[in-house]
């Protein structure tokens, strides 16, 4: 393969009343990525072409399109992988279109802070001004850490399809992130997080249809964290859920270990006495 | 009424209606003698109060696990918040005169 | 919520009701939650077309055997081993479903190391052996009331 073709999906609020798709043939090299290639043709054939991407290395979701009819991430999938000499990429679908492929992100964030996605801890005074470490064992962190993975890039949300008919529908990645904190050993506010979710338009319009954890570039699995926070309220309304342990905070240490020694400036700043 | 509590009794008229509908079918189509379809079958079966239990558990299991599921599918077309109220008295209205209906039947035909 | 992210210049792009129907490149459970919705709806039909034809009975002996004769023809017969396909279905999937939102047969979190493969994948093996095992314990119990009755 030495030339690859892009069909990219094209749309200019200034200039467009709908979407259309341009088409690239571009130059082919080993281990290429689907952002390498729209790097391509920005720098090489057309500097209009709009599309967002910042690490290129995964971490950061921002480059989310959907790439033969998959919401993948551009930097996350090499165009050998996907076994075609013709690639069609358009932005995520299920929120709106800034321009090309840029997608507007903005109620996705939304949703993620209403689910209040922070720590809510028992004792506020611990919290602010902490004697010591909340302890927690091996155990414990793996309930939740495999959704603390989660970047953010909204791949989830356009796979999923309630997400695609229903605009109030919280969605996967706040709900998922919702059991994320909720499991946490170290949070109390699961019963908040449960009112907010129990909603006709919060958890249980996800009837899972797994789309979600098969969409997520980082293995947050979405789906899973659903269903555990499903289980987890259908528990606490008839009242079988295990109380939650407040965390064991470890004691301040007995002994301060001498601070190290800082070495002397080797360039005396001005002002000082030598 | 919360959510959680509607899935729940979701999940319960599920299960039931799997054994009640399994049950009946089976008791109706082969244990049963003679034509279950014929005017005299029917009649018996209405004038038994076994039968009629039966009956009036699937109807009540299945009409609400039905519309049940329905209002998930309508509230999915993202209905506004005011509206679901009207979607939840409209659903509880239809299930209550399905079931009227569904009951008048076998009690006035004989 | 949603007010925020529209602003005068962007381009609605939600799939609709054809995210609902099209499932795509998705797996397997994409096109089971399809096949849920479309036998859901077939057996809400069927269950409304049942009591228009019991209500039949209201209009005496006469009535109901004739509506028993409209019915017999093949087109409703083969709509009703329909019926009992879509039943054995939505009832088999809806058990899958049960199960799995109670968070039985996907197993714990497990930290992510790639290649990421997913709790409903990790454990599609079990799932499809506790359906084949149901579903057995179903056909199995129907035969032998056919056999014995």
Partial sequence: ME?????????????????????????????????????????????????????????????????????????????????????????????????????????????????????????????????????????????????????????????????????????????????????????????????????????????LAGACSEACPKGVDPALAQQLLKRAMISDSLRLRKKPVPPSVAPPPAEKKPRIAVPEFTIKQPGTKS | MRENHLKILQYVTGIGLFFLVGGYHLLLMHLGKGDPESWSSVAQRAASAGWLTIYILILIFGIYHGLHGVRGLILELSLPNRAVKVLNWSIVLIGLAVFGYAVYIPIQAF | MEAASKTKTTLPNRLGIKGWAWAGRYKIERYLYTLHRLTGFGLLAYVALHLVANGSRLWGEGGWESTMNFLSNPGFKVGEYLVMAAFIYHALNGGRLMLQHLGFTLGKPKPPVYPYVDAMRRRRPLTLALLALIMGLAIYVLVAFIIYR
């Avoid at chain 1, 689907?34 to 057309?46: A, C, M, R, T």
């Avoid at chain 1, 076994?83 to 903005?106: C, E, H, M, Q, Y």
């Avoid at chain 1, 964030?109 to 506020?124: G, L, V, W």
């Avoid at chain 1, 470490?133 to 890039?153: N, S």
Wanted: hydrophobic share 35%; charged share 25%; aromatic share 8%.
């Fill in chain 1, 3 to 207: 030339k690859i073709t892009f069909k990219v999906q094209r749309y200019d609020p200034d200039k467009d009343k709908k979407p259309h798709i341009q088409q690239f043939i571009i130059p082919f090299r080993h281990g290429m990525t689907v952002l390498d290639g729209l790097i391509y043709i920005k720098e090489n054939v057309d500097n209009t072409l709009s599309f967002r991407s910042s690490c290129r290395m995964g971490i950061c979701g921002s480059c989310g399109m959907l790439i033969n009819s998959l919401p993948m991430l551009a930097c996350h999938t090499p165009i050998e992988e996907l076994k075609k000499d013709t690639i069609t990429v358009k932005p995520l679908p299920n929120f709106p279109i800034v321009k090309d492929l840029v997608a507007d992100l903005s109620a996705l964030f939304a949703k993620h802070k209403s689910i209040k996605p922070y720590i809510m801890p028992q004792d506020m005074t611990e919290a602010d001004k902490p004697t010591a470490e909340f302890l927690q064992a091996r155990g414990q962190l793996e309930e939740f850490v495999q959704f603390a993975y989660c970047v953010k890039c909204g791949l989830c949300m356009a796979a999923c399809p309630t997400v695609a008919t229903d605009k109030h529908f919280l969605g996967p990645q706040p709900l998922a992130q919702s059991y994320r904190y909720s499991a946490d050993r170290r949070d109390c506010g699961a019963k908040v997080r449960f009112h907010e979710t129990d909603t006709p338009h919060g958890i249980w319009l996800c009837h």
